[in-house]
């Protein structure tokens, strides 16, 4: 195997990883309310938008700006909980996706009106540049980034399977009448898997942004990769979104080089496709 | 009686006729369409592109005596229409052909604009354009360029900017003189998007250099990629003597950081203007490419020269300096309403007419093109760019031609 190829697959790896790290907070909403948010990749830019404020304010990098990010994410996903979801959760399918896209289209606007159509961007090397492991180049920002995921990641899981909160979480997305009558109260359940799905989004943008542009349409480009994760690794299923998000990653990566740029997302897409054929919940999804 | 009937027609008589003025006054206003990418990826070059045109606006509008013979300032609005004033209708493409043509229907049809400017993109100024053929309304794109764009056989079409035949040009006179001093120009890897743009501008190059016998890689992506270092990685190990960059603002951003994150530096990196030309380049990762050279048409006179005066206008107004694309906005624009003046009227055919007719001369405009006229096809055949580079890191500074230099050219590539 040549050298190149090495750095390829390490570079899909940690690629994947960061789409796994975006794509947890999805997958928690998507499989516990059946609510497909697609105001999601606009959570992630607001992360990123975040850690630049905190940059600029206060000078700090996203040893800061990631916690705040995400605590000020976690609150905003209470409030839209709270403000929108309940309500259109009652109501037909159509409305929760107009309902979220409606919100999608409000916070990017919002910060396109506050902050503009420029481009904005962390300082390089913010969390120490690259390093080089045996000649393979690893940027640091990108190896923290994959790192989070992976706690996350297991957090989350941990969370969902050995916590009595994660149970009760669970009870609700299972059957929310039976939850209420155990004296499970689903409004708080939900609201706080909103607020731990809009938080570890916010953390996600605000890692992101270490080594990414900033735009107030950044939402767009990363948004529509988080639902491909989230689909192949099976809703609800946070494992599964990691193992996906390196999956794709890795295969974006070596058909890129292999094949050409313009064809990776064509054999992204036809081995989804045909993975899905085979197993429709995904990687990780229970049937 | 007689007296008080008498007095009550004056007063209606007098009432009319001053309604019927201030009709007259509001019939004395050129509406003119201007499709431009407001929100979306490219809504930052967009924005810049209309703050340009409101700057043009300004001058054309208002007396601007500090400009001296630049067409249109000095007086206060069209002396060719009676003094009318100038109003734009702004319309967001979103950077999609599908939008951008029903804006262009909806400005042709709903706010009757008599002539439409735009659109940035060349997948959108191609849809745009044709509505605005069909209906037989000029249509100036001053920075669209690609290729097909003027291949169309359309009557309504007008283009004022250099395109891609000129470019091939430019960069193979640039790379033979480089060559002449050393440096290494045998191979070349073009890096574009699959945008009308991007593939329209590389095939053209690819063509042209060729046929010089030079080597062409050619290395394709999707524009607003999410990763580029696969791409980066290609190029590190073919290892090209030169590099040609034909991106949007958002993907050359990625480049610029990938190409640091992997180490990587050609020898000679060149781009082809669009991204390369935002100011948010410049702001978000113009430290880490320094010596990148770029293509334009732009140059800050000496102080005191009308292009100085319209660089102070245009910073006031966005805080922002002009770039080369918003000046190739602003310019042709000029051109458009400096035909309506022309024209006398804002009839479409006769502003049509004045367009093809239209034979500007290097000092009646901002830009250095070697004049403006426009050919059968509607492309303006004196058209030219020269090449600046990003040497500080901060502003671009005009390296090639000789002539044209404020500095020499520098290499290698510095990057970081």
């Known amino acids: 195997m040549s050298f190149v190829l090495v750095q390829v697959i390490v570079g899909g790896l940690l690629l994947g990883a960061v789409y796994a790290l975006f794509s947890s907070g999805l997958t928690l909403v998507w499989g516990m309310m059946n609510i497909v948010n697609f105001a999601h990749g606009d959570f992630v830019m607001l992360g990123m938008y975040v850690a630049f404020m905190v940059f600029t304010l206060f000078g700090a990098g996203p040893l800061a700006g990631a916690p705040i990010a995400a605590l000020l994410l976690?609150?905003?996903?209470?409030?839209?909980?709270?403000?929108l979801i309940r309500d259109i959760m009652k109501g037909p399918m159509l409305a929760q996706i107009l309902g979220t896209f409606g919100l999608a289209l409000l916070l990017r606007y919002s910060v396109f009106w506050w902050f503009g159509a420029n481009f904005l961007s962390l300082p390089q090397n913010i969390v120490g540049g690259t390093f080089a492991v045996f000649g393979l180049r690893i940027e640091a920002s990108r190896l923290l980034a994959g790192?989070?995921?992976?706690?996350?990641?297991?957090?989350?899981?941990?969370?969902?399977?050995?916590?009595?909160?994660?149970?009760?979480?669970?009870?609700?997305?299972?059957?929310?009448?039976?939850?209420?009558?155990?004296?499970?109260?689903?409004?708080?359940?939900?609201?706080?898997?909103?607020?731990?799905?809009?938080?570890?989004?916010?953390?996600?943008?605000?890692?992101?942004?270490?080594?990414?542009?900033?735009?107030?349409?950044?939402?767009?480009?990363?948004?529509?990769?988080?639902f491909v994760t989230v689909s192949l690794g099976g809703f609800g299923s946070v494992p599964g979104a990691l193992v996906a998000g390196l999956l794709i990653g890795v295969i974006e990566q070596l058909s890129a080089y292999l094949i050409g740029a313009v064809y990776k997302d064509i054999v992204v897409y036809a081995l989804f496709l045909s993975f899905l054929w085979f197993r429709p919940q995904g990687l990780m999804g229970k049937s | 009686m007689k007296l008080k009937q008498f007095l009550g027609l004056l007063c209606a008589a007098s009432v009319t006729i001053m309604l019927a003025g201030q009709a007259s006054a509001e019939d004395k206003v050129v509406k003119i369409g201007a499709i431009f990418p407001l929100t979306g990826n490219a809504a930052s070059a967009g924005l810049h592109a209309k703050y340009a045109i409101e700057v043009a606006m300004d001058i054309i509008n208002n007396a601007h005596p500090e400009l001296g013979d630049f067409p249109l300032a000095k007086n206060a609005?069209?002396?060719?229409?009676?003094?009318?004033?100038?109003?734009?209708?702004?319309?967001?493409?979103?950077?999609?052909?599908?939008?951008?043509?029903?804006?262009?229907?909806?400005?042709i049809t709903e706010e009757k604009v008599v002539a439409l400017v735009g659109a940035y993109q060349s997948g959108v100024t191609l849809t745009a354009s044709a509505i605005a053929e069909k209906y037989g309304i000029p249509f100036l794109t001053p920075e669209s360029v690609a290729a097909n764009l003027t291949e169309r056989g359309f009557k309504w079409f007008f283009r004022t900017t250099p395109i891609a035949t000129d470019f091939v040009k430019v960069y193979y006179d640039f790379l033979t003189d480089m060559k002449a001093q050393g440096a290494k120009t045998d191979n070349i890897a073009l890096v574009h998007d699959n945008t009308e743009y991007g593939t329209s501008v590389a095939n053209t190059i690819t063509t042209g250099f060729k046929e010089k016998g030079l080597n062409v890689l050619d290395v394709a992506y999707v524009s607003n990629a999410t990763d580029v270092q696969s791409q980066v990685l290609q190029l590190k190990e073919k290892q090209p003597d030169v590099v040609i960059m034909i991106?949007?603002?958002?993907?050359?951003?990625?480049?610029?950081?990938?190409m640091q994150a992997?180490?990587?530096?050609?020898?000679?990196?060149?781009?082809?203007?669009?991204?390369?030309?935002?100011?948010?380049?410049?702001?978000?990762?113009?430290?880490?490419?320094?010596?990148?050279?770029?293509r334009s048409s732009w140059s800050v006179g000496p102080e005191g020269s009308p292009t100085a005066v319209i660089a102070d206008l245009y910073k006031k107004k966005c805080g922002d300096e002009m770039d080369d694309t918003a000046a190739r906005d602003m310019q042709g624009f000029l051109v458009l309403v400096d035909a309506i003046d022309r024209a006398g009227s804002t009839e479409p055919a006769k502003i049509q007419a004045a367009l093809k007719a239209t034979d500007l001369k290097p000092n009646q405009l901002m830009m250095g093109y070697k004049g403006v006229k426009f050919d059968e096809k509607g492309q303006n055949i004196l058209a030219s760019a020269i090449l600046i580079q990003l040497q500080d890191g901060e502003n671009y500074v005009a390296v090639w031609p000789k002539a044209n230099a404020a500095k020499a050219p520098m290499l290698p590539y510095k990057g970081w």
Do not use: C
Not at chain 1, 74 to 83: D, E, W
Not at chain 2, 83 to 105: C, R, Y
Not at chain 2, 268 to 282: E, H, K, Q, R, V
């Open chain 2, 262 to 294: 992997q180490d990587y530096k050609p020898a000679m990196l060149i781009a082809d203007d669009a991204g390369y030309s935002d100011p948010s380049f410049l702001k978000t990762v113009g430290k880490i490419s320094q010596g990148v050279f770029n």
């Open chain 2, 247 to 258: 991106s949007y603002t958002s993907d050359a951003i990625l480049f610029a950081k990938t």
């Open chain 1, 74 to 83: 976690a609150t905003l996903g209470v409030i839209v909980y709270f403000g």
């Open chain 2, 77 to 107: 609005g069209l002396a060719g229409l009676g003094g009318a004033k100038v109003e734009v209708v702004f319309a967001d493409n979103q950077g999609s052909p599908a939008t951008g043509q029903n804006q262009a229907l909806r400005l």
């Open chain 1, 147 to 226: 790192v989070v995921a992976l706690l996350v990641t297991l957090g989350l899981h941990l969370l969902l399977t050995r916590t009595s909160l994660g149970s009760k979480m669970l009870a609700v997305a299972e059957d929310s009448t039976a939850a209420q009558l155990m004296g499970i109260r689903p409004d708080t359940m939900q609201a706080i898997a909103w607020a731990i799905a809009a938080g570890a989004t916010g953390l996600a943008g605000a890692l992101i942004a270490t080594f990414f542009y900033i735009v107030p349409t950044v939402g767009e480009t990363l948004g529509i990769v988080a």
